[in-house]
Structure formats: structure tokens, C-alpha cells
């Protein structure tokens, strides 16, 4: 079965990547939620966030967390928010022209930590992925048993791609659903990944998607997607 993941819990109805958002939903029925986190105050606080900046163009690295939105959750309360799906993605914004770029990566390390400390359950549910290789790469390092993906615009070469998802030790591959047909998805379960898939909104193209087998759709309309999938939502 494909899996409904909703972009930043379901933004359609709340806003994205908040608490409200991640149980809108769950509320829906969707299997899962993406969401991202990155560094504010300092480099000490997980924040859901996709933007590095605030609305005001403040870097949520400079910000103190109680000059954050109230809206916007930590990482802790994201994942507490998501209890019982069956998927939660976390991705890590880390890339070097962001604001709160970490060439340390010491953001990798604070998240496989807090993920890996997680319950049993709830980690087995867990899947970290990044753009940028390196990070994701850290996490494994420090947490093995953490699921990881290698994030990706589209494949530079394919077979290249998963043979290198496969040699760090990744789970799977997160490509732009543009850059995915049937031969992708079928070299990546050939070789063990899974095939999570973003972001997709369109109703004939999420269906060509599960044709091909795809493991996960992440879409802004998790309701329709799954009503496209003959699945009744909520």
C-alpha cells in the first residue's frame, strides 16, 4: 500500500507544520506527516520550521524562543502530536546557504539523539531525511537504528544515486515526484530502498504514482489523495 504522508501535517486546513496541522492530519486519516526542523536561539532549540527566517527576516538561529511564534512547535511537541501514524518524517533543514547552515553538524547529532530516545514504537515509525547527504549520513552515524533517506530535487544519475543510498546505509530515497517513473521506483526496491515521493497535489499524477508502486506520496491534500486511493479519509 502507498502511503498517504501529508506535507507539514495537512495545510489545507491549519497552518503548515504546527501542532494543529500535524493532528488535522491524523484527523483526516492520512498515514503519515512530514515536517522540518532546524536550529533557533542560538543553535540550542529544535524548531519546526521549513523557513530559516521569520516573517520579519529575523534568522531563527538569532531569535530567543520566546521570541518564536507561538504557533510554531518544537520538535518534542511535533512528535507528540503525530502519536499514532504510521509515518513521520523528519526532515532536517541543513544546507550551506540556509541562514542556520551547521557544517558541524551538530543539528544531525541533537535530532538522532532526541529521536532515538524516543519509545520503541513511535521510533520504528521515524524516518529522517535530508538534502544534504552529509546530515543525513551523521544521523546513521549516531543512530543506526534510526530509518534515514537521502532527500533529493532529482537523480544526477539514478542507478549512480541508489547505489550511493545504498552504500551509506540509507533506507530509502526521497525524490520530487517529477523525476520518479516505474523503472526508478523498480531499480530502488531492486535494491532494497524504499520510494517516498514529493510533493503532489495533482489527482492524476498521485494515482500514476501508486500505479508505479511508490512506498509513500507526500501531498498538501492528504483527504484527496486518499480518496483517490479508493481509501476513506478520516
Known amino acids: ?21 500535524f ?5 483526516i486519516g492520512a498515514d503519515g506527516v512530514e515536517l522540518d526542523v532546524r536550529r533557533a536561539a542560538g543553535g540550542d532549540h529544535l524548531a519546526v520550521s521549513h523557513d530559516d527566517r521569520l516573517a520579519d527576516g529575523r534568522a531563527l538561529l538569532d531569535t530567543p524562543v520566546v521570541e518564536l511564534p507561538a504557533t510554531m512547535p518544537d520538535l518534542t511537541a511535533a512528535l507528540d502530536a503525530c502519536a499514532g ?6 526532515e532536517i533543514k541543513n544546507w550551506p546557504a ?6 558541524e553538524l551538530t543539528i544531525a547529532e541533537r535530532v538522532a539523539e532526541l529521536l532515538a530516545g524516543r519509545p520503541a514504537p513511535e521510533r520504528d515509525r521515524l524516518i529522517v ?7 543525513v549520513d551523521r544521523v546513521r552515524e549516531v543512530a543506526p537504528e534510526l530509518a534515514t533517506a537521502w532527500l533529493m530535487l532529482g537523480f544526477s544519475s539514478p542507478e549512480r544515486d541508489v547505489a550511493t ?12 515526484h517529477s523525476a520518479v517513473d516505474a523503472d526508478v521506483v523498480g531499480l530502488a526496491h531492486a535494491a532494497g530502498l524504499a520510494v517516498n515521493t ?4 495533482e489527482p492524476d499524477r498521485i494515482r ?11 501531498t498538501n491534500v492528504p483527504d484527496v489523495a486518499l480518496a483517490l486511493l479508493g481509501r476513506v479519509a478520516g
Request: proline share 4%.
Open 208 to 218: 500514476w504514482l501508486a500505479g508505479t508502486g511508490v512506498d509513500g506520496i507526500v
Open 198 to 201: 514529493w510533493t503532489c497535489d
Open 165 to 176: 543510498a545504498v552504500e551509506h546505509g540509507h533506507r530509502a530515497i526521497h525524490p520530487h
Open 1 to 21: 500500500m502507498t502511503h498517504v504522508i501529508g506535507h507539514q501535517g495537512a495545510p489545507r486546513v491549519a497552518p503548515a507544520n504546527t501542532v494543529a496541522a
Open 85 to 90: 501514524l504510521s509515518v513521520v518524517n523528519v
Open 98 to 103: 540556509d541562514a542556520d547552515y551547521d557544517a
Open 23 to 27: 493532528e488535522a492530519a491524523r484527523a
Open 129 to 135: 531525511s535530508c538534502f544534504h547527504l552529509a546530515t
